[in-house]
């Protein structure tokens, strides 16, 4: 079993978005050391941004051969694409649609049995933190809602 202190984290977005998503996630459990954000502008070069992707895999590792989690924004953009190019079984996973909740969730996750499994559970946990205000508020359930049989 390898401890979550062993893992390092790479965030991974179009824009500002994994900048800002790090600053939250550090506001609400403090400090994230082996978490690294990485923001691919909009304007460059996919080589220059490859070769930042792998200076921040690098540091984020525990002795150079740690695991490692990249998260992304979104499926089939470019920082998937590149998160994919360094995808190794059992050492560096790919998760994308990245979310606060995700962050959270790893960053207060003290154990795993492996990083896959543990990449398909942060996943599910950020599907979880998807809501429907008005489904969460309503006192009786609709027949629309998907956890009511129809």
Known sequence: MVKQGEIGVVVVTHGQLATE??????????????FVALSI????????AREALGRAIDRV????EGPVLILTDMFGGTPSNLGLSFLKEGEIEVVTGVNLAMLIKLARTSHY?????F???LCEGGREAIRV???L?????SPRDPEVPE
């Open 113 to 117: 049995d492996d990083l896959l499994t």
């Open 21 to 34: 998503l790090l600053n939250a996630a550090e506001m609400i459990v403090g400090d994230l050391p082996r």
């Open 61 to 64: 590792r525990a002795g150079g």
């Open 133 to 135: 205000a008005s489904d």
């Open 41 to 48: 502008g909009w304007h460059d070069e996919v080589t220059v």
């Open 137 to 141: 508020l309503r006192t009786t359930p």
């Open 119 to 121: 990449a398909r559970e």
